[in-house]
């Protein structure tokens, strides 16, 4: 990777999935009962057996067209912040998934070429230019994010970025 793409920051490690997964996908419904420690290891299974064993910190899903389709589950962003996925890059989301993962503190990135991007390459997020890099330099443009998710995913989510408006309030 050449040092113009490193100076954006952490490389990422891409995990490629179709079109089309579910909430049921992300947090089985057989597992709901357990809470998300218990959820979180059966994350995608049903189409990728191991990957919630293998995935690392910092890993990034790129996938194809409406990911989180499904149910209003906030299990099913849960299960990937608990895995440390550091974002999902799709080329459309559904609403629901949408707002539960940036309330969870998920950055979500709307790529309409996010199918481009490779199993197992690794990228660089350009949040500054909305922006994913790949290994050969390519730029793929993603959607402007408004400023207060972006603020709400640094924090950690929704109700750590109420915390800390509290502290800094009193």
């Known amino acids: 990777m050449s040092p113009e793409v490193r100076r954006f920051g952490t490389e990422h490690k891409v995990w490629r999935f179709g079109a089309e997964i579910d909430t049921d996908q992300l947090a089985?419904?057989?597992?709901?009962?357990?809470?998300?420690?218990?959820?979180?290891?059966?994350?995608?299974?049903?189409?990728?057996?191991?990957?919630?064993?293998?995935?690392?910190?910092?890993?990034?899903?790129?996938?194809g067209p409406g990911f989180g389709i499904g149910s209003s589950r906030e299990q099913a962003a849960g299960a990937l912040?608990?895995?440390?996925?550091?974002?999902?890059?799709?080329?459309?989301f559904s609403g629901l998934f949408f707002r539960n993962a940036f309330n969870l503190g998920l950055l979500l990135l709307t790529c309409p070429e996010a199918e481009r991007l490779r199993e197992?390459?690794?990228?660089?997020?350009?949040?500054?230019?909305?922006?994913?890099?790949?290994?050969?330099?390519?730029?793929?443009?993603?959607?402007?994010?408004?400023?207060?998710?972006?603020?709400?995913?640094?924090?950690g989510g929704?109700?750590?970025?109420?915390?800390?408006?509290?502290?800094a309030s009193r």
């Open 28 to 63: 089985p419904g057989a597992y709901m009962k357990l809470g998300i420690e218990g959820i979180a290891p059966h994350c995608l299974e049903a189409v990728r057996p191991g990957f919630a064993g293998s995935v690392q910190r910092g890993d990034v899903i790129a996938a």
């Open 81 to 92: 912040v608990q895995l440390g996925v550091r974002a999902v890059i799709a080329p459309s």
């Open 120 to 155: 197992g390459e690794h990228v660089e997020l350009d949040l500054r230019q909305m922006q994913v890099v790949t290994e050969e330099g390519h730029r793929l443009a993603c959607d402007p994010i408004p400023a207060f998710l972006l603020e709400m995913v640094q924090a």
């Open 158 to 167: 929704l109700m750590n970025q109420l915390r800390r408006k509290l502290q």
